[in-house]
Structure formats: C-alpha cells, structure tokens
C-alpha cells in the first residue's frame, strides 16, 4: 500500500526559531511530486511547497524549505524564523498514480503550535 | 475571484435528509476531485472526475453521488444522511499529471 505517515501528531516551537516536521512515504514509483500543505483554523487547504522527485535540489519558498532524501524515502518540512502566522495543521502529501488515475494521498498531519 | 468555489460553506440537517453540495473551478482545470476531512482531521479522497468522467470511486457508499455537468463542475449529493456523514468535504481541482491540487474552502456538513 502506498502510504504517507507523519510521525509527531503535534509540534511547537517559540516564535523566530527553526521547526522541522517530519514525514516519510512509501512508494514503488521513480517519478512522483510531494506536498506539504497548510490548514489553519480557517480550515483552508495552502500549499506551502512541492517538489518533484527527480529533482535532486531540495524545494524552497521563502521561510520554508525540504529535505528530501528519495532513498530514505523521507520528506521533512524545515520552517525558518516561526512567525505566529504559521500555526496550523501541516499535512504532507504524495500523488498516487495508479491505473491513469491521480489522487493525492495525504499523512495524519500534523499540529504546529506557535509560541510568543 | 475565488478559484475554487464551493457553496453551502455549512450545512445542518437531520438524519435521514439528503442534501447536496455544489463546486466551481474557473482554473481551466480537466480534473476535480471530492476529499472527506474526518474529526480527526484525517483527509481521504472519495471521487474524481476527469473531463466530466468518473475516474476514482473510492468505495464510498452509494448514497453518495457526484455528477459532473461540465468539466468546471462537480457536485455531491448525499441520501439519507447519517451521523458519521458529519465531516467537512473538500472539493479540488488539478491538471492531469501536474500532481498539485488547488482546494476549496470545504463544507462543514452536521447531521443532528
């Protein structure tokens, strides 16, 4: 089964300081995209940062950045000078391709408390 | 100008109703999709059409049915409406084969 597990069900950090939240994902494919997105308490989906796997320099935007490790299959999430804005859920996601369908399957999540 | 719209934003009802909930893409997108986010925050995807063609049913029971008039449409109606249908549904949208879904604002549906 091909599946995306995020390890830490709720993460905090002081506001300026670095956080890293963790996610691994299970795949047969050589080529495929993954995702972080964020969901604040407004409950929209934002995505935050995508990268395609046969590209081996690691995605940044900005305050955010990956460290994708294709043979550990790993795919972590590193958030720079925290700011309050940046609570909310965080869920990584992979695009499953299976018999010319797409569909995005996603981890658990995880919860990033913000603190002053 | 909302990319992906859906409508209502929240819905109440009783056991037993059937409602529905509607989306809109105007990204010129060929795929849309319908995504269940449970209480526990856990997001699994139900249908997706591509150009108007269901690809993806993923056995969600039958009292669940999409239809897609046009390839910017996709809507979700649900019959006999159950406590464990309360959940908030997710309606996306993407271009085939560029992985990135672009979501609406979800429907928060509460069956009392």
């Known amino acids: 089964a091909q599946t995306v597990t995020q390890s830490q069900p709720e993460m905090s950090v002081q506001e300026a300081e670095t956080v890293t939240l963790s996610c691994t994902y299970d795949t047969s494919e050589s080529d495929y995209y993954l995702f972080w997105y964020k969901q604040p308490p407004s409950r929209q989906m934002i995505l935050v940062i995508r990268q395609e796997a046969y590209k081996q320099q690691n995605a940044t935007e900005n305050r955010f950045s990956v460290n994708f490790q294709k043979a550990a299959k790993s795919f972590s999430l590193k958030i720079s000078d925290s700011q309050l804005g940046d609570a909310a859920m965080y869920f990584c996601?992979?695009?499953?391709?299976?018999?010319?369908?797409?569909?995005?399957?996603f981890g658990k999540g995880t919860k990033l408390t913000v603190n002053p | 100008d909302t990319a992906v719209s859906q409508t209502p934003k929240y819905l109440v009802t009783q056991m037993g109703n059937d409602k529905s909930i509607k989306c809109e893409q105007n990204?010129?997108?060929?795929?849309m999709y319908w995504y269940k986010q449970d209480s526990k925050k856990f997001l699994k995807i139900m249908f997706s059409y591509n150009n108007k063609e269901l690809i993806i049913n993923e056995t969600v029971p039958n009292r669940f049915s999409p239809k897609s008039p046009d390839k910017a449409h996709l809507n979700l109606h649900i019959n006999s409406l159950e406590l464990g249908d309360s959940a908030v549904y997710f309606c996306?949208?993407?271009?085939?084969?560029?992985?990135?879904?672009?979501f609406g604002e979800g429907s928060r549906l509460t069956v009392l």
């Open positions: 996601a992979y695009v499953l391709t299976q018999g010319g369908s797409e569909k995005l399957v």
């Open positions: 990204l010129g997108h060929d795929t």
């Open positions: 996306a949208s993407s271009h085939r084969g560029a992985g990135e879904l672009f």
